[in-house]
């Protein structure tokens, strides 16, 4: 029966991985988290043990539990491009900073630490399929200070190969795009304060116009989060140490749209729908360069398509969820908040 820390257990990938492990394993879930809102039942479940707190502040329960768990899974970081522009000293200090000690601590006591990377290590590379052992990594200038995300977080990933090299047990994830209900909060109504398909779904509840940046030209691979997560439990479980020293892109290289192919697949599919149907007609689609949406600091990446060869081969796994069922589902789990989105409006 295996121990599993989740720093960060109510965010988007911590509340569904949570999920799957308590309805399809013996698992216990250690959970630390500052809000409960994604977790509902699940808190008051017999293998869940959740704690209320903060990895910058609670340092002493981190360890402890590190030091209790056989896999840890710190989550907590911040991943909205809004940010990275206008804080990114935020970014550095929770997405490195924070987690460094967590890592030195599974490093301490001999633990499997399955560390999220990010597609965004990868940066402006050139080549068609970005492959975890091959590719280069290619940042911004100094004055692009979006780049500090993908920086920081490969830094972390050269840290813990670092480690590993000394004998730390690791994994490290690159998730592309992983969507589905739970991503960030449709309430939010402030442009760039939520990622790509939240924010033009939250504009369609509420009828207001979609802002394409820079003509949304800009395509991406995007994962339904149920795939992503089967991948992440077959790491966890490690069968014969499998993942061990392992990178792994999670995606779906079949689901590769533009942005503005995303924004006319939403609208066509929200005239399905009769809470979405009316709002939606009065979406128009706008066009806005990168620096009016997000700052000066922002650059963009045209293509990003994972190479999956490695994951599929060594964890038996492949994503099989596509984009018009993926978006069905969150369309689907969105309904019964259309009422609340709206009310925004008032």
């Not at 402890?64 to 206008?86: E, F, G, N, Q, R």
Request: hydrophobic share 40%.
């Amino acid at each position: 029966m295996k121990k599993v820390l989740i720093l960060g257990v109510n965010g988007f990938i911590g509340h569904h991985l949570s999920k799957r492990i308590l309805e399809t394993t013996d698992w216990e879930v250690y959970g630390m988290d500052m809000q409960t809102e994604r977790l509902g039942d699940m808190i008051n479940h017999p293998r869940m043990h959740f704690f209320e707190g903060d990895i910058t502040i609670n340092k002493e329960w981190v360890e402890y539990h590190v030091k209790k768990c056989d896999v840890i899974l710190p989550l907590v970081a911040i991943a909205t491009p809004s940010t990275y522009v206008k804080q990114p000293l935020r970014v550095f200090e929770l997405d490195f900073e924070a987690n460094l000690p967590i890592v030195r601590s599974a490093a301490k006591y001999g633990k499997h630490l399955v560390f999220p990377s990010t597609s965004e290590v990868y940066g402006m590379c050139h080549d068609e399929e970005f492959d975890p052992e091959e590719s280069e990594l290619i940042c911004g200038p100094i004055n692009k200070p979006r780049w500090i995300y993908s920086c920081a977080k490969q830094l972390m990933d050269r840290v813990i190969w670092g480690y590993g090299m000394e004998g730390l047990n690791f994994t490290l994830f690159r998730p592309f795009n992983w969507i589905g209900a739970g991503l960030d909060n449709i309430h939010t109504p402030k442009e760039g304060s939520s990622r790509v398909v939240t924010q033009f779904f939250g504009h369609i509840v509420r009828g207001e116009n979609i802002s394409l940046v820079d003509g949304g030209a800009q395509k991406r691979a995007f994962t339904y989060i149920d795939d992503g997560i089967d991948a992440l439990m077959r790491i966890i479980d490690n069968k014969d140490g499998v993942a061990t020293g392992k990178i792994y892109n999670i995606g779906n290289p079949t689901n590769n749209f533009s942005i503005r192919e995303l924004a006319h697949m939403m609208l066509d599919l929200a005239a399905e729908y009769p809470e979405y149907a009316e709002t939606a007609k009065k979406v128009s689609l706008t066009e806005t360069t990168s620096a009016a949406y997000y700052g000066k600091g922002y650059q963009d990446v045209q293509n990003r398509v994972p190479k999956i060869t490695n994951t599929c081969e060594e964890l038996g796994w492949k994503p099989v969820t596509t984009m018009p069922d993926t978006m069905r589902n969150i369309f689907d789990a969105y309904r019964s908040q259309v009422a609340e989105a709206r009310a925004l409006m008032d």
